[in-house]
Protein backbone atom coordinates (compact mmCIF):
# COMPACT_ATOMS: atom_id res chain seq x y z
CA UNK A 1 0.00 0.00 0.00
CA UNK A 2 1.08 3.42 -0.73
CA UNK A 3 1.14 6.48 1.65
CA UNK A 4 -1.65 8.28 0.14
CA UNK A 5 -3.94 5.15 -0.27
CA UNK A 6 -3.20 4.95 3.69
CA UNK A 7 -3.91 8.44 4.14
CA UNK A 8 -7.14 7.93 2.26
CA UNK A 9 -8.31 5.35 4.23
CA UNK A 10 -7.80 7.18 7.46
CA UNK A 11 -10.15 9.85 5.35
CA UNK A 12 -12.52 7.36 5.32
CA UNK A 13 -12.10 5.85 8.54
CA UNK A 14 -12.63 9.44 10.38
CA UNK A 15 -15.96 9.96 8.01
CA UNK A 16 -17.31 6.40 8.86
CA UNK A 17 -16.90 7.20 12.42
CA UNK A 18 -17.97 10.40 12.86
CA UNK A 19 -21.74 8.85 10.86
CA UNK A 20 -21.44 6.25 13.45
CA UNK A 21 -21.07 8.63 16.53
CA UNK A 22 -23.82 10.60 14.83
CA UNK A 23 -25.71 7.42 14.75
CA UNK A 24 -25.24 6.39 18.01
CA UNK A 25 -26.33 9.49 19.38
CA UNK A 26 -29.66 9.18 17.37
CA UNK A 27 -30.26 5.48 19.12
CA UNK A 28 -28.52 6.38 22.39
CA UNK A 29 -26.03 3.74 22.05
CA UNK A 30 -22.36 4.96 23.52
CA UNK A 31 -21.50 1.06 22.83
CA UNK A 32 -21.56 1.38 19.39
CA UNK A 33 -19.50 4.09 19.14
CA UNK A 34 -16.94 2.86 21.69
CA UNK A 35 -16.51 -0.14 19.53
CA UNK A 36 -16.39 1.20 16.30
CA UNK A 37 -13.68 3.88 17.97
CA UNK A 38 -11.40 0.86 18.84
CA UNK A 39 -12.20 -1.12 15.59
CA UNK A 40 -11.02 1.85 13.67
CA UNK A 41 -8.09 2.30 15.57
CA UNK A 42 -6.91 -1.60 14.60
CA UNK A 43 -7.53 -1.51 11.10
CA UNK A 44 -5.67 2.11 10.98
CA UNK A 45 -3.00 0.28 12.81
CA UNK A 46 -2.83 -2.90 10.50
CA UNK A 47 -2.62 -0.86 8.06
CA UNK A 48 -0.18 1.07 8.41
CA UNK A 49 2.01 -2.05 8.39
CA UNK A 50 1.40 -2.50 5.13
CA UNK A 51 2.35 0.89 3.81
CA UNK A 52 5.81 0.37 1.99
CA UNK A 53 6.76 3.86 1.39
CA UNK A 54 6.31 5.57 4.69
CA UNK A 55 9.67 6.09 6.21
CA UNK A 56 9.72 6.23 10.00
CA UNK A 57 13.48 7.24 10.91
CA UNK A 58 15.04 8.81 13.74
CA UNK A 59 14.34 12.21 13.65
CA UNK A 60 10.72 11.43 12.86
CA UNK A 61 10.17 9.17 15.44
CA UNK A 62 11.65 11.77 18.19
CA UNK A 63 9.53 14.54 17.05
CA UNK A 64 6.20 11.90 17.44
CA UNK A 65 8.02 11.14 20.99
CA UNK A 66 8.80 14.71 22.13
CA UNK A 67 4.84 15.74 21.61
CA UNK A 68 3.97 13.00 23.04
CA UNK A 69 5.56 12.95 26.32
CA UNK A 70 4.73 16.98 25.92
CA UNK A 71 1.37 16.40 25.47
CA UNK A 72 1.06 13.86 27.94
CA UNK A 73 3.06 16.07 30.70
CA UNK A 74 0.17 19.17 30.29
CA UNK A 75 -3.02 16.53 29.76
CA UNK A 76 -2.01 15.03 32.89
CA UNK A 77 -2.07 18.51 35.11
CA UNK A 78 -5.45 19.34 33.49
CA UNK A 79 -6.90 16.02 33.60
CA UNK A 80 -5.93 16.16 37.18
CA UNK A 81 -7.57 19.58 38.25
CA UNK A 82 -10.78 18.14 36.51
CA UNK A 83 -10.48 14.95 37.99
CA UNK A 84 -10.07 16.45 41.51
CA UNK A 85 -13.05 18.59 41.54
CA UNK A 86 -14.78 15.46 40.20
CA UNK A 87 -13.85 13.00 43.43
CA UNK A 88 -14.65 16.03 45.72
CA UNK A 89 -18.13 16.34 44.29
CA UNK A 90 -18.53 12.34 44.46
CA UNK A 91 -16.76 12.71 48.20
CA UNK A 92 -19.27 15.83 48.88
CA UNK A 93 -16.13 17.55 50.28
CA UNK A 94 -16.69 20.00 52.18
CA UNK A 95 -19.48 18.47 54.33
CA UNK A 96 -18.72 20.58 56.83
CA UNK A 97 -20.89 19.46 60.76
CA UNK A 98 -24.21 21.57 60.96
CA UNK A 99 -24.16 24.16 63.15
CA UNK A 100 -25.93 23.03 66.39
CA UNK A 101 -25.18 26.27 68.31
CA UNK A 102 -27.85 27.83 66.80
CA UNK A 103 -30.67 25.81 65.48
CA UNK A 104 -32.21 28.00 63.17
CA UNK A 105 -28.65 28.88 61.36
CA UNK A 106 -29.05 28.14 57.79
CA UNK A 107 -28.11 24.27 56.94
CA UNK A 108 -24.78 23.79 54.69
CA UNK A 109 -26.27 22.22 51.85
CA UNK A 110 -23.67 19.45 50.18
CA UNK A 111 -22.99 20.11 46.63
CA UNK A 112 -24.53 18.81 44.38
CA UNK A 113 -23.21 15.55 42.15
CA UNK A 114 -21.81 16.99 38.79
CA UNK A 115 -24.79 16.48 36.28
CA UNK A 116 -23.77 13.80 33.77
CA UNK A 117 -24.13 16.51 30.94
CA UNK A 118 -21.85 18.56 32.28
CA UNK A 119 -19.21 15.24 32.42
CA UNK A 120 -19.84 14.91 28.93
CA UNK A 121 -19.22 18.58 28.28
CA UNK A 122 -15.86 18.71 30.37
CA UNK A 123 -14.97 15.44 28.53
CA UNK A 124 -14.80 16.65 25.03
CA UNK A 125 -13.07 19.50 26.04
CA UNK A 126 -10.59 17.37 27.42
CA UNK A 127 -10.83 15.49 24.18
CA UNK A 128 -10.31 18.65 21.78
CA UNK A 129 -7.39 20.19 24.70
CA UNK A 130 -5.36 16.93 23.90
CA UNK A 131 -6.00 17.01 20.22
CA UNK A 132 -5.27 20.24 19.89
CA UNK A 133 -1.74 20.00 22.03
CA UNK A 134 -0.68 17.24 20.43
CA UNK A 135 -0.98 18.87 17.25
CA UNK A 136 0.51 22.19 18.62
CA UNK A 137 3.52 20.11 20.16
CA UNK A 138 4.09 18.29 16.67
CA UNK A 139 4.25 21.41 14.65
CA UNK A 140 6.49 23.15 16.86
CA UNK A 141 9.14 19.94 17.45
CA UNK A 142 8.57 19.15 13.45
CA UNK A 143 9.22 22.91 12.68
CA UNK A 144 12.27 22.74 15.34
CA UNK A 145 13.64 19.98 13.90
CA UNK A 146 13.65 20.98 10.30
CA UNK A 147 10.52 19.51 8.67
CA UNK A 148 10.18 22.46 6.60
CA UNK A 149 13.66 23.28 5.87
CA UNK A 150 14.49 24.26 1.94
CA UNK A 151 17.73 24.19 0.45
CA UNK A 152 18.67 25.51 -2.91
CA UNK A 153 18.63 21.63 -4.25
CA UNK B 1 30.60 11.47 -4.96
CA UNK B 2 29.42 15.30 -5.69
CA UNK B 3 26.95 14.73 -8.06
CA UNK B 4 25.74 12.70 -5.24
CA UNK B 5 21.68 14.33 -4.35
CA UNK B 6 20.41 14.35 -0.64
CA UNK B 7 17.67 12.17 -1.63
CA UNK B 8 20.32 9.78 -2.97
CA UNK B 9 21.92 9.57 0.20
CA UNK B 10 19.06 9.54 2.31
CA UNK B 11 17.65 5.80 0.80
CA UNK B 12 21.13 4.52 0.88
CA UNK B 13 21.58 4.98 4.77
CA UNK B 14 17.63 4.25 5.24
CA UNK B 15 16.14 7.99 6.22
CA UNK B 16 14.42 10.74 4.55
CA UNK B 17 15.20 13.66 2.77
CA UNK B 18 14.60 15.93 5.94
CA UNK B 19 16.50 14.37 8.02
CA UNK B 20 19.64 14.76 5.31
CA UNK B 21 18.72 18.49 5.40
CA UNK B 22 18.23 19.00 9.02
CA UNK B 23 21.43 17.43 9.96
CA UNK B 24 22.94 19.50 7.12
CA UNK B 25 21.51 22.83 8.70
CA UNK B 26 22.34 21.71 12.31
CA UNK B 27 18.60 21.38 12.94
CA UNK B 28 18.74 17.96 14.49
CA UNK B 29 21.98 16.61 15.90
CA UNK B 30 21.90 12.58 14.86
CA UNK B 31 22.26 9.67 17.05
CA UNK B 32 25.80 7.92 17.40
CA UNK B 33 24.54 4.86 15.12
CA UNK B 34 23.19 7.33 12.07
CA UNK B 35 26.20 9.32 12.14
CA UNK B 36 28.19 6.14 11.60
CA UNK B 37 26.06 4.83 9.40
CA UNK B 38 26.79 8.27 7.31
CA UNK B 39 30.27 8.28 7.77
CA UNK B 40 30.77 4.56 6.44
CA UNK B 41 28.77 5.08 3.58
CA UNK B 42 31.67 8.11 2.39
CA UNK B 43 34.33 5.19 3.97
CA UNK B 44 35.44 8.08 5.92
CA UNK B 45 36.36 8.78 9.75
CA UNK B 46 33.42 9.85 11.96
CA UNK B 47 35.69 13.05 12.95
CA UNK B 48 35.39 13.62 9.06
CA UNK B 49 31.97 14.47 8.62
CA UNK B 50 30.83 15.60 11.73
CA UNK B 51 32.57 18.03 14.19
CA UNK B 52 31.52 18.67 17.95
CA UNK B 53 31.80 22.30 19.22
CA UNK B 54 31.66 22.65 22.80
CA UNK B 55 30.02 26.09 23.25
CA UNK B 56 27.19 25.62 20.60
CA UNK B 57 27.15 21.94 20.49
CA UNK B 58 26.09 22.24 17.22
CA UNK B 59 27.33 19.57 14.89
CA UNK B 60 27.84 20.11 11.59
CA UNK B 61 28.55 17.73 8.78
CA UNK B 62 30.81 18.86 5.44
Redesign the interface.
Known sequence: MIKNTFYLLIGCIALALLGIFWYSVEINKPLFIEISFVLGIVIIYLARRKVTDL?E????A?ITEKAALRTFQVFWVVFCVFSISAVMQILRVPSFPRNRTFEHAPNILPLEIMPSRMIGYVQLGLLCLMIFLYVGFRFYYAR????W?T?E? | MHDM??EDLAQAI???R??I??I??G??V??L??AFRISRYFNVNIEEVFTYEEESRMIEID
Open positions: IDERSKKYGEEDE | TQGVTQTLAEKKYPSGL
